[in-house]
T-cell receptor, first 116, second 111 residues
Framework: DAGITQSPRHKVTETGTPVTLRCHQT?????MYWYRQDPGHGLRLIHY???????DKGEVSDGYSVSRSKTEDFLLTLESATSSQTSVYFC???????????????FGDGTRLSIL | RKEVEQDPGPFNVPEGATVAFNCTYS??????FFWYRQDCRKEPKLLMS???SGNEDGRFTAQLNRASQYISLLIRDSKLSDSATYLC????????????FGTGTQLKVEL
């Protein structure tokens, strides 16, 4: 399995509090991603990073910010958590393209976040 | 219309059966294709990439039809352990290395 560790694995918190989720990789992959998964929606990209300090928004980025100060760590922050952000959050990593071939992503175990 | 669409199922099949799933994608610029497997409350895991000429990995066969914009996954001799949700994934040309996921097709293999 790819060396990806997400922390915490479970968290329950209250509306309005800040929350930070951490993704740590030991593969030295360039790309890192944060997704959320909700019933009926599948996996949706929140933010991604293509290098240290290089990040970009995904399709559901509102209410989330990210930071990547080291290759191995990608942090997802909910500045003021809302109940709509209750979800399962997955981190993923991938290598750069090889020629024209995109490389598949490998996922961490997920973080179950409940906002009450 | 969703960019990637799958029949959610569930597909209930007996052990040993052959089952096939289709997935359609709407963006003709889609360039790379994958099937992932996700067990209940677990992370998605790469099952196989899908190549233009079709490819096989043991009991699993993937096909790509660019003209009709769909990919398929065929599972032969189904095992109980194949019970899972199968996610169709595409990457668009020019979209960076960003995956677009279908919502998944649930397979239940029964005795």
């Amino acid at each position: 399995d790819a060396g990806i560790t997400q922390s915490p694995r479970h968290k329950v918190t209250e509306t309005g509090t800040p929350v930070t989720l951490r993704c740590h990789q030991t593969e030295n992959h360039r790309y890192m991603y944060w997704y959320r998964q909700d019933p009926g929606h599948g996996l949706r990209l929140i933010h991604y990073s293509y290098g240290v300090k290089d990040t970009d928004k995904g399709e559901v980025s509102d209410g989330y910010s990210v930071s990547r100060s080291k290759t191995e760590d990608f942090l997802l922050t909910l500045e003021s958590a809302t109940s709509s952000q209750t979800s399962v959050y997955f981190c993923a990593i991938s290598e750069s393209k090889i020629g024209q071939a995109y490389q598949p992503q490998h996922f961490g175990d997920g973080t179950r976040l409940s906002i009450l | 219309r969703k960019e990637v669409e799958q029949d959610p199922g569930p597909f209930n099949v007996p052990e040993g059966a052959t089952v096939a799933f289709n997935c359609t994608y709407s963006n003709s610029a889609s360039q790379s294709f994958f099937w992932y497997r996700q067990d209940c409350r677990k992370e998605p895991k790469l099952l196989m990439s899908v190549y233009s000429s079709g490819n096989e990995d043991g009991r699993f066969t993937a096909q790509l039809n660019r003209a009709s914009q769909y990919i398929s996954l065929l599972i032969r001799d189904s095992k109980l352990s194949d019970s899972a949700t199968y996610l169709c994934v595409v990457i668009r040309h020019g979209g960076g290395n960003k995956l677009t996921f279908g919502t998944g097709t649930q397979l239940k293999v029964e005795l």
